[in-house]
Nanobody
Framework: QVQLVESGGGLVQAGGSLRLSCSAS????????MGWFRQAPGKEREFVAA???????YYADSVKGRFTISRDNAKNTVYLQMNSLNPEDSAVYYC?????????????????WGQGTQVTVSS
């Protein structure tokens, strides 16, 4: 059974940092692209960042320069380091896994999703 479990969310003040982790099991982690998405109340789910099996990275314009995605295949874990957080970053953050080789900004490319972890940034 495939399972993705996010952790590391919480409450942080504006300008602060958090590191999210996503541990995967039940799939060949190293051959999957991994992505992070987020959804705020009343808004559509949006792409945040992705890392391919070849370690190419992709970021939404809103987080470039502030967020960093990375993966550790030996630990079956993908990370999202979030710096310089602002209230607009508040959302439930979801980890996802994809087999495809492109289109990583589209949620339709991802086959498996985690349960989400809440990130709240106060002013």
């Amino acid at each position: 059974q495939v399972q993705l479990v996010e952790s590391g969310g919480g409450l942080v003040q504006a300008g602060g940092s958090l590191r999210l982790s996503c541990s995967a099991s039940g799939l060949t982690f190293s051959t999957n692209a991994m992505g992070w998405f987020r959804q705020a109340p009343g808004k559509e789910r949006e792409f945040v960042a992705a890392v391919s099996r070849f370690l190419s990275t992709y970021y939404a314009d809103s987080v470039k320069g502030r967020f960093t995605i990375s993966r550790d295949n030996a630990k079956n874990t993908v990370y999202l380091q979030m710096n310089s957080l602002n209230p607009e970053d508040s959302a439930v953050y979801y980890c996802a896994a994809a087999r495809g080789s492109g289109g990583f900004a589209s949620g339709m490319q991802y086959s498996y999703w985690g349960q989400g972890t809440q990130v709240t940034v106060s002013s």
